[in-house]
């Protein structure tokens, strides 16, 4: 038998349909945490850098929660959506709800 043919013969496969997802899922969802409890005083400097970022155009560190993981994010506010309660970063919108900490980069 040529080694081409040889070769795709002992390929390995997933013998076990959704084996493989399941296990990932299941490594993902052991990780999870709560998400972490903010103090008011904490809620008023948030909002405070946010404002002044958007007017000085800072760059600023964002760290936010979604889906059981914390996530860091860095760019300069473009909008502060207060209807729908977003902030958007580098095209991307963050829920006001889910910043756990902001940071001026200057």
């Known amino acids: 038998m040529p080694n081409k043919e040889r070769k795709g013969k002992w390929q390995p496969f997933d013998a076990l349909e959704g084996y493989r997802a399941a296990l990932e899922n299941t490594e993902h969802q052991k990780y999870k945490k709560p998400k ?30 979604y889906d059981g993981y914390c996530y860091m994010i860095s760019g300069n506010i473009t909008k502060i959506d207060i209807i729908n309660r977003t902030v958007i970063v580098n095209q991307k919108k963050i829920n006001l709800d889910f910043i756990i900490n902001i940071k001026n980069k200057n």
């Open 36 to 65: 972490p409890e903010i103090m008011p005083d904490s809620v008023e400097e948030i909002d405070r850098i946010l404002k002044e970022a958007l007017q000085n155009h800072n760059e600023v560190d964002i760290e936010y929660y």
